[in-house]
């Protein structure tokens, strides 16, 4: 597939257009927007989000880390399961950072990725 998506976060590219991105850029740009997007940030879509965001002040604790990834597993399956399938997920918790490991298939080209999300204050 070799279409072109609009890139995240907005942005106009050199030529003045609306910069663009492959297809799965895109889903791994959706993926994170899930991820730190928190409930009730959303206008029309008051439950969208994994609100991770909310947790980075929090002690983190390996109890923390299981609850989250139970629900990045659910909020991933509910807003993104027509788009991705989930390999595997890692929530790590340490120090003052969390971090998200996830290995999942992009439906639509059959590509495998692996990404790793990082949120917390030392980057």
């Known amino acids: 597939m070799s ?8 942005r106009v590219d050199s030529q003045g257009r609306t910069a663009g991105t492959g297809y ?4 791994r ?4 927007q899930l991820l730190f997007t928190s409930p009730g940030e ?5 439950d969208f989000g994994c609100g991770l965001l909310d947790l980075v002040f929090e002690p983190n604790s390996l109890e ?6 139970l629900s990045v597993q659910a909020a991933l399956q509910r807003w993104l399961g027509d788009v991705i399938e989930v390999a ?12 998200v490991e996830l290995a999942y298939v992009v ?4 590509a495998q990725r692996t990404e790793v999300f990082v949120e917390g204050s030392a980057r």
């Open 3 to 10: 279409r072109t998506e609009v890139d995240f976060p907005y």
């Open 24 to 27: 799965d850029e895109h889903v």
């Open 29 to 32: 740009d959706m993926i994170k």
């Open 42 to 46: 959303r206008v029309m879509r008051p």
């Open 64 to 69: 923390l880390a299981s609850t989250l990834q």
């Open 88 to 99: 595997s997920l890692e929530i790590v918790s340490e120090d003052s950072v969390l971090r």
């Open 107 to 110: 439906l639509a080209t059959g």
